[in-house]
C-alpha cells in the first residue's frame, strides 16, 4: 500500500522534474527568439545612425560597424548645403499638418453626422461612404481624374483626397454611439444646435480616438511617396522628402551634383561629404519624427487597432 | 453651415413645427424640375465635352469647364507656342480664362442656391433669387466666353488655330436660359413671405446639406475616377481627343489576351504576384504565434520592450527600408564587412542585386515591418481571454502547451480567421511601395507585382511609352476581380461563423 503511494509520488516527481526543464528550455528559446528578433528590428536604426556621426573616411572605408569612430556632427550641419532638400522637408511638414488636421476635423464632424439617425438619406449616404473602402477604380484612372482636377502640380493634390477617410470617419462614429446619448439631449433642451452641439459636446469627447486617428494620419502623410512620384513629377519643388530620399538612394551621379554653389565651395563640401552619409543622414533626419512621435504613438494605437476590429 | 441660425433654430424647434404643418403649399414639380436642372447644370461643368471655352483646335479636349475655371494652367497650357509666335493675344487667353471662372462661380452659385430651396418659405424664396442670380451670372460668364471667338478667328494663323464656336456655348446658353425661366415661374408661384415666417429648414435637409460638402469631395475623389475607365475603349495616346474615331470598344482587352508579348507579360507579373501573396498567406500564422510566445513570457518590462522595438519598422516608409537594406546588404554594406572580416569570402558580394530567391527576400522584409504591428491584435485578443478558463483548465492538471492548444488558440481563431479572408480578398493588391524602392535592373523582371506593372505601363515608370488605355483594363479587371474575391470571402464568412466580414 505505502509502497505503490511512494512509487506514485516518485513518478510525479520525476514527470514533474521533466516540464520544469521543459520549462526551463522553453523559456531559453523563447527570450532568446524575442530578443534577436527586437535586436533584428532595433540595429538598422542604430547602424544608420552610427554612420551618420561617424568620421567620414571610416565610413566610406567600411571601418565602422558595431561602434561610432570619430563622432562628429557635421553631417546634419553641411545637410543644409544639400540642394532642393530645405523645400522638401517644409512639403513634408505642411503636408503632415495641414492634411492631418483637415483629416481629423472632417473625420470628427462626418463621423457624428452619420450617427444622426434624423438625416435625409442617411442609410444610403453612410452606405455610399462605406462603398469607397472596398472598391477604386485603379491607379490610371486615379492619376487622369486628380489630372483633369488639376491637382497634379499642385500642393493641394495631397490635401484634398486625403480629407475624407471612410476608415476613421467609422472609428470616431463607433466612439460616438458610445457616448452617452443623455449628453447630447441635455445640450439639445438648452437649445444649442446640431453644429453647436458638435462642437460643445461631441468634440472635446472624442479627443482620445481623434488623437489616434491625428497619429496615424500624420504617420500616413509623413510616409507617403508615391503620391509625390505620381502627381507632381513636373514640379520637384513640391517633392516630398520621402521622394527626395528616393531619389538620392537611386541615383549614381557624383555627390557635388547636388549641392548648392552658396557659401561653400565644392572642395570643403566634398571633404565633408561622400554619397553614402548623405544618403544615411537624409534618411535619418526622415525618420527622426517618426522617432519622436512613436511614444506618443504606442499609446494609442492599440486602442486604435482594437476600435478597427469591430467596426460597423 | 451658419452657426447663429443654427442656434436660433433650436431654440424654436417646436415654434417651427408647428409652422411647418401650416406652411403654405409649394409648387412641388416646378421645384423639382429647378432642381434636377441645376444639378444638371453642375454635371455639365464637369463634362469635357461641354466645356465652352473649347474655342480652339488647340485647347485641351479632355479639360471640363470645371478644370478650366479653377486652373489656368490647363487652358493655356496647349497656347504656349501659339502664344510664343505671337499668333494669338494673351489678353484673349486670359480673358477666356475669366470668362470660365465666372461660368463656374454662377453655377455654384446656382447650385447653392438649389440647396438652400429644401428650407422652408423664406429659405425657399432665397434659393430661387440665388438659382436665379447664378444663371445670370453663368450666362454673362459664358457671353465672355464667347466674346473672345473673334480673339481666335483674327489670328494671323488661323490654320493652326483652328477657332471654332464649340457646342458647350450653346447647351450652356440654353440650359442657363431654361434654368431663369423656370426659376422666375418657381419664384412667382411662391406665396408671400409672411413676417412671422422665419429662416427655417427642417432638421433632416439641415443634416443633410451639412453632409452635402463632404458627399462632394467622395464623388469627386472616389466615385468619379470610374469615369476614367472610359479610356479603357478608346485608343488613346496622352494629349489626343476621345472621339467615336478612336472608340475601339473591347480591344484592349482582347488585346491583353491576343498579344503575345502582352500576354506573357501578364503571366509573369500574375506569377510575381501570387507568389508574393501566397507566401504573405502561408506565414501569416506568425503573427499569432508571435502574439502567444510573447504572451508567454512572464518578465512585463521584457515584454513591453520587445513590443516597442518590433513594432517600429511598421510606421516607417519603404524608402528608409531600402535605406537600411543598401546599409546593411550592399556591397559596402554592413553584412559583407562583416562577414569578409570574418574570413566567409573575399569578394563582396551585392544582395541587393540579381533576382535570386527575390519573393523570399521581399517576404522576409514584409515580415520584419509588420511582424510585430500585425501581433498586437492577438495581444489584445489574448489579455481578453477570460482568466477563469485558464484556472480552471490548471486545475484539471493541463500543462502549459495544453493550455495554449485548448484555449488560446481556439480563442484566436475567429480574429485569424477575419484576417485570413482579407488577406485572400486582398490577394492581387500588394501595393507598389516595396516591390517600387527594391526594384532594379537584374530583377525588374521577378519583382514585378501588378500595382507595378500598372504603375509602370501606364505612368511610364519604366520610361516606356505609357499605355494608358492598357493599363486602364489592366487596373479595371484587377478591381473587378477583387470586388468579386471579397464578396467570395464575405460569403464564406457567412456560411461558417454567420457574421459579415465587410
Redesign the interface.
Known amino acids: 500500500m505505502e509502497d505503490n503511494t511512494l512509487q506514485k509520488r516518485d513518478s510525479i516527481t520525476a514527470q514533474h522534474r521533466k516540464?520544469v526543464i521543459g520549462?526551463v528550455i522553453?523559456?531559453i528559446l523563447?527570450?532568446s527568439?524575442?530578443?534577436l528578433?527586437?535586436v533584428?528590428?532595433?540595429f538598422?536604426?542604430y547602424?544608420?545612425f552610427i554612420?551618420t556621426i561617424s568620421d567620414n573616411d571610416l565610413v566610406?572605408s567600411?571601418a565602422v560597424?558595431l561602434f561610432p569612430r570619430g563622432i562628429h556632427f557635421g553631417n546634419y550641419i553641411s545637410l543644409m548645403n544639400v540642394n532642393d532638400l530645405g523645400s522638401s522637408f517644409l512639403v513634408s511638414i505642411s503636408r503632415t499638418v495641414i492634411g492631418t488636421i483637415l483629416m481629423v476635423l472632417?473625420s470628427a464632424?462626418?463621423g457624428y453626422?452619420?450617427t444622426?439617425k434624423?438625416?435625409?438619406?442617411?442609410k444610403f449616404?453612410y452606405r455610399?461612404?462605406i462603398i469607397?473602402m472596398?472598391?477604386?477604380?485603379?491607379?490610371?484612372?486615379?492619376?487622369?481624374?486628380m489630372s483633369?482636377?488639376?491637382l497634379t502640380n499642385?500642393f493641394m493634390g495631397y490635401i484634398?483626397?486625403s480629407?475624407?477617410s471612410p476608415y476613421n470617419i467609422i472609428l470616431v462614429k463607433t466612439y460616438i454611439e458610445s457616448i452617452p446619448r443623455e449628453l447630447e439631449e441635455a445640450a439639445?433642451i438648452d437649445?444649442?444646435?446640431?453644429?453647436?452641439i458638435f462642437r460643445k459636446v461631441i468634440f472635446p469627447l472624442c479627443k482620445p480616438i481623434l488623437a489616434t486617428i491625428a497619429i496615424f494620419g500624420a504617420?500616413g502623410h509623413?510616409?507617403?511617396?508615391?503620391d509625390s512620384?505620381?502627381l507632381m513629377s513636373g514640379n520637384p519643388k513640391l517633392f516630398t522628402l520621402?521622394?527626395r530620399?528616393?531619389i538620392y538612394?537611386t541615383s549614381s551621379s557624383n555627390i557635388s551634383a547636388f549641392m548648392s554653389s552658396g557659401n561653400v565651395t565644392n572642395e570643403m563640401v566634398t571633404s565633408l561629404l561622400n554619397m553614402?552619409t548623405i544618403?544615411?543622414t537624409v534618411?535619418m533626419v526622415?525618420?527622426i519624427p517618426?522617432?519622436i512621435v512613436?511614444p506618443f504613438?504606442?499609446k494609442y494605437?492599440?486602442k486604435g487597432?482594437?476600435l478597427g476590429?469591430v467596426k460597423g | 453651415m451658419d452657426v447663429s441660425t443654427e442656434e436660433v433654430n433650436g431654440k424654436s424647434k417646436l415654434a417651427a413645427a408647428t409652422a411647418n404643418a401650416s406652411s403654405v403649399k409649394v409648387k412641388k414639380p416646378i421645384e423639382i424640375a429647378l432642381r434636377i436642372i441645376i444639378i444638371g447644370l453642375l454635371i455639365c461643368m464637369f463634362i469635357p465635352a461641354f466645356n465652352p471655352t473649347h474655342l480652339s483646335a488647340l485647347s485641351d479636349k479632355n479639360a471640363s469647364l470645371f478644370t478650366t475655371g479653377i486652373s489656368y494652367g490647363s487652358l493655356s497650357e496647349g497656347f504656349s507656342r501659339a502664344l510664343k509666335k505671337g499668333w494669338i493675344e494673351q489678353s484673349v487667353i486670359t480673358m477666356t480664362y475669366i470668362g470660365a471662372l465666372i461660368t463656374c462661380l454662377g453655377l455654384v452659385t446656382s447650385g447653392i442656391g438649389c440647396a438652400v430651396t429644401l428650407g422652408e418659405l423664406r429659405l425657399k424664396r432665397i434659393g430661387g433669387r440665388l438659382g436665379i442670380i447664378g444663371c445670370v451670372v453663368g450666362a454673362v460668364g459664358t457671353g465672355l466666353i464667347l466674346a473672345q471667338y473673334p480673339g481666335y478667328a483674327a489670328s494671323k494663323k488661323p490654320d493652326k488655330i483652328g477657332a471654332v464656336i464649340p457646342s458647350g456655348i450653346y447647351v450652356f446658353f440654353a440650359v442657363t436660359a431654361l434654368c431663369l425661366i423656370i426659376g422666375i415661374i418657381y419664384l412667382l408661384t411662391l406665396p408671400k413671405a409672411d413676417e412671422k415666417d422665419k429662416y427655417e429648414m427642417a432638421p433632416k435637409y439641415k443634416l443633410f446639406l451639412m453632409f452635402l460638402p463632404f458627399i462632394v469631395l467622395l464623388f469627386l475623389f472616389s466615385y468619379l475616377p470610374l469615369w476614367g475607365w472610359r479610356y479603357a475603349f478608346y485608343d488613346y495616346t496622352p494629349g489626343a481627343e476621345l472621339t467615336s474615331e478612336n472608340f475601339v470598344g473591347f480591344k484592349w482587352f482582347a488585346y491583353l489576351f491576343e498579344n503575345s508579348a502582352t500576354r506573357s507579360d501578364i503571366i509573369r507579373v500574375l506569377t510575381n504576384t501570387l507568389a508574393m501573396s501566397g507566401l504573405g498567406l502561408l506565414t501569416s500564422w506568425m503573427p499569432l504565434a508571435f502574439a502567444i510566445f510573447l504572451a508567454e513570457i512572464k518578465n512585463s518590462r521584457f515584454r513591453r520592450i520587445v513590443q516597442t522595438v518590433t513594432t517600429i519598422p511598421n510606421f516607417i516608409s519603404w524608402v528608409l527600408i531600402y535605406t537600411f537594406a543598401f546599409a546593411l546588404f550592399s556591397t559596402e554594406g554592413f553584412v559583407n564587412q562583416f562577414l569578409i572580416d570574418a574570413g566567409a569570402y573575399t569578394e563582396p558580394i551585392n544582395f541587393l542585386m540579381g533576382e535570386k530567391g527575390i519573393w523570399f527576400k521581399m517576404l522576409l522584409w514584409g515580415l520584419w515591418k509588420s511582424l510585430g504591428w500585425n501581433a498586437i491584435i492577438y495581444i489584445a485578443a489574448i489579455t481578453g481571454i477570460d482568466q477563469q478558463l485558464y484556472e480552471a483548465a490548471t486545475i484539471d492538471g493541463a500543462g502549459r502547451f495544453a493550455k495554449i492548444w485548448h484555449i488560446t488558440i481556439p480563442e484566436l481563431m475567429p480574429t485569424f480567421f477575419v484576417l485570413l479572408l482579407l488577406a485572400i480578398a486582398g490577394i492581387l493588391s500588394n501595393g507598389m511601395d516595396q516591390y517600387l524602392v527594391f526594384k532594379n535592373a537584374t530583377n525588374k523582371n521577378t519583382i514585378e507585382v501588378l500595382d507595378l506593372y500598372v504603375y509602370n505601363l501606364g505612368l511610364g515608370g519604366s520610361g516606356g511609352m505609357s499605355q494608358i488605355p492598357l493599363s486602364t483594363v489592366v487596373g479595371m479587371v484587377k478591381s473587378l476581380v477583387s470586388v468579386i474575391l471579397l464578396f467570395a470571402a464575405n460569403r464564406v464568412s457567412k456560411a461558417i461563423r454567420g457574421e459579415s466580414i465587410v
Request: contains cysteine; hydrophobic residues 55%; positive net charge.
Open positions: 516540464t520549462n522553453f523559456n523563447n527570450y527568439f524575442f530578443t528578433f527586437a533584428a528590428c532595433f538598422p536604426f547602424y544608420l554612420n566610406s567600411g560597424k472632417a464632424f462626418v453626422l452619420v444622426k434624423e438625416m435625409w438619406g442617411r449616404w455610399f461612404l469607397t472596398y472598391f477604386n477604380a485603379g491607379l490610371i484612372p486615379w492619376y487622369l481624374n483633369m482636377l488639376g499642385n484634398i483626397p480629407i475624407m439639445a437649445g444649442a444646435g446640431y453644429f453647436a504617420v509623413w510616409n507617403s511617396f508615391t512620384l505620381i520621402q521622394h530620399l528616393y538612394l553614402k544618403k544615411f534618411a526622415t525618420l517618426i522617432l512613436y504613438l504606442s494605437f492599440e487597432i482594437m476590429a
